[in-house]
C-alpha cells in the first residue's frame, strides 16, 4: 500500500517568514494530493489539493509544488501569521481513491 | 462546514464495554470513513464504506466493527473497549465525483480508563 513520509514532524517560523512542508510517496500510481490544516481542537479541513497533471498550484499565500519523478510534493506558506498556526496533514491517493495521510507537521508562527 | 455531525463529541466509558459511536450526514454522499488521530500518527483508516450495507476495513480495523443500513449514518462500535482505543475518532464522508476529497465531521474524544 502507499506510505506517506511527512517532514518536519514541528516547524516554529518568524510571523512574515516562509513556511515549507514536505512530504513523500512510495506509490507510483498516486495521482491526488491534498493537504489539510487542522487548528487546535477542529476538524482537519482541506486548503489545497494537486493532481499529477500539474507541477504548481497556488491560492493566495499557499501553493504546493509536486515532483513526479521524485514522488515528493510540498506546501509553501508565505508572509505566515499568527492564524497560520496549526497541525498541516499531506495525503496521497490513486486507484484506491482512499488518501493515506502523512503523521503531520505542527506550525508555530511566532508574533 | 459540510453537513456532517457526531455523536456524542466526548465520551468516557470503562475497559471492557461497548462503545458506539454514530457520524450523521445530510450531504447524501455515498462514501463515508471512520478514522482515529493519535498524536505521532496523524489520521488513520478504520473502516470505510461505499454504500448502505457495503463496507470494508482500513488498516487499522482490529476490535472495531461498523454499520451502514441508511445513506445519512454510519455507526462505528468498540466491542469491548481497550485503554488502548483511547483517541479523537473523525468520521468523514466524500462525494462520487471527487471521492478523494473528504470532509470531516467535529470528531468524538473517547477516554477508556
Known amino acids: 500500500g502507499e506510505n506517506v513520509e511527512q517532514h518536519p514532524s514541528t516547524l516554529s517560523v518568524q510571523e512574515g517568514d516562509s513556511a515549507v512542508i514536505k512530504c513523500t510517496y512510495s506509490d507510483s500510481a498516486s495521482n491526488y494530493f491534498p493537504w489539510y490544516k487542522q487548528e487546535l481542537g477542529k476538524r482537519p479541513q482541506l486548503i489545497i489539493d494537486i493532481r499529477s497533471n500539474v507541477g504548481e498550484k497556488k491560492d493566495q499565500r499557499i501553493a504546493v509544488t509536486l515532483n513526479k519523478t521524485a514522488k515528493h510534493f510540498s506546501l509553501h506558506i508565505t508572509e505566515t501569521q499568527p492564524e497560520d498556526s496549526a497541525v498541516y496533514f499531506c495525503a496521497a491517493s490513486g486507484g484506491s481513491y482512499i488518501p493515506t495521510f502523512g503523521r503531520g507537521t505542527s506550525l508555530i508562527v511566532h508574533p | 462546514d459540510a453537513g456532517i455531525t457526531q455523536s456524542p463529541r466526548h465520551k468516557v466509558t470503562e475497559t471492557g464495554t461497548p462503545v458506539t459511536l454514530r457520524c450523521h450526514q445530510t450531504e447524501n454522499h455515498r462514501y463515508m470513513y471512520w478514522y482515529r488521530q493519535d498524536p505521532g500518527h496523524g489520521l488513520r483508516l478504520i473502516h470505510y464504506s461505499y454504500g448502505v450495507k457495503d463496507t470494508d476495513k482500513g488498516e487499522v480495523s482490529d476490535g472495531y466493527s461498523v454499520s451502514r443500513s441508511k445513506t445519512e449514518d454510519f455507526l462505528l462500535t468498540l466491542e469491548s473497549a481497550t485503554s488502548s482505543q483511547t483517541s479523537v475518532y473523525f468520521c468523514?464522508?466524500?462525494?462520487?465525483?471527487?471521492?478523494?476529497?473528504?470532509?470531516f465531521g467535529p470528531g468524538t474524544r473517547l477516554l477508556v480508563l
Open positions: 468523514a464522508i466524500s462525494e462520487e465525483e471527487v471521492q478523494e476529497t473528504q470532509y
